[in-house]
């Protein structure tokens, strides 16, 4: 008979398609704890029941309120609660960063089981530069705020790693494209199951074939970083400053114009000085 666990809370990552990716120690966690935390039971059913665990699940996702996570919480003191999502490593794009600073700040053990995780996997695939890489989740779903998520992270010098669904897909190419320009790209599918798929190209190559067929499973993309600029002109930093300059604080505009046209913060920082004068 397995013997119980230490009390705490442990984060379980799962496989995010081949059970053959469960770890032993993750399967051994879910056979021993008292109970755990499903963002859907329904899905985590059938993992459980290919490892054999047996213990009590309890729901636990975004809608979750208050008063579950203090009864949780009253129970790591004396409890082993193992934490898992429908598929990957928990709190990647998926609830739980919440309980897990509760329970720190609350003094309780937190343990740790790495595993699978769709973002990490898709980064292997890609054939993009993987030495900085930025993770946005889910981009909004409306076009105004989507475009301004974009922007946001437009200049950043780093892969983009996003997730997506198929029918949404053509749509977040092209939004990409019209911010980004036209960058390399990979459309990572059905991770570990039986058609994962590759697909590389660029922004404006990818947004027409998927904005003609939506595909299914679940999606991650990929985004090249932007090149590197072979040199701007005083009227681009001007624009550039400008711009910046209207939201933004001095130094704050020459840091992000800096970093967006490649040049030194200082060369900026002082023709924003010069504008300002």
Do not use: W
């Amino acid at each position: 008979m397995d013997q119980p666990l230490p009390p705490g809370l442990y984060i379980v990552a799962t496989p995010i398609g081949n059970l053959g990716d469960m770890t032993a120690r993750a399967a051994d966690t879910l056979r021993r704890v008292d109970y755990i935390l499903a963002e859907d039971k329904r899905v985590s059913a059938k993992l459980l029941a290919h490892v054999g665990a047996k213990a009590p699940m309890t729901a636990y996702h975004d809608h979750s309120d208050e008063r579950l996570r203090e009864r949780i919480l009253s129970d790591l003191g004396s409890k082993a609660v193992a934490l898992v999502s429908d598929a990957g490593t928990p709190l990647i794009s998926d609830p739980g960063y919440k309980l897990v600073r509760a329970a720190r700040q609350a003094g309780h053990a937190i343990y740790t089981l790495p595993g699978p995780c769709a973002a990490i996997a898709a980064l292997t695939l890609a054939g993009l530069p993987t030495d900085r890489f930025l993770f946005l989740g889910f981009l909004p779903a409306k076009a105004k705020a989507r475009a301004d998520a974009i922007t946001e992270v437009a200049s950043i010098r780093a892969s983009l790693v996003l997730y997506e669904t198929g029918p949404r897909l053509g749509d977040t190419l092209g939004a990409l494209n019209a911010t980004l320009g036209d960058r390399e790209v990979a459309v990572v599918r059905e991770l570990t199951k039986l058609h994962e798929e590759c697909v590389n190209g660029t922004l404006s190559e990818l947004a027409s074939r998927y904005g003609e067929l939506a595909p299914k499973g679940e999606i991650v993309i990929v985004v090249a970083p932007p090149s590197k600029p072979e040199g701007a002109s005083s009227a681009q930093i001007d624009s550039a400053l400008d711009e910046a300059l209207s939201r933004l604080s001095p130094s704050r505009a020459a840091a992000e114009v800096a970093e967006l046209l490649g040049l030194p913060r200082k060369q900026v920082y002082a023709r924003a000085i010069e504008k300002l004068g």
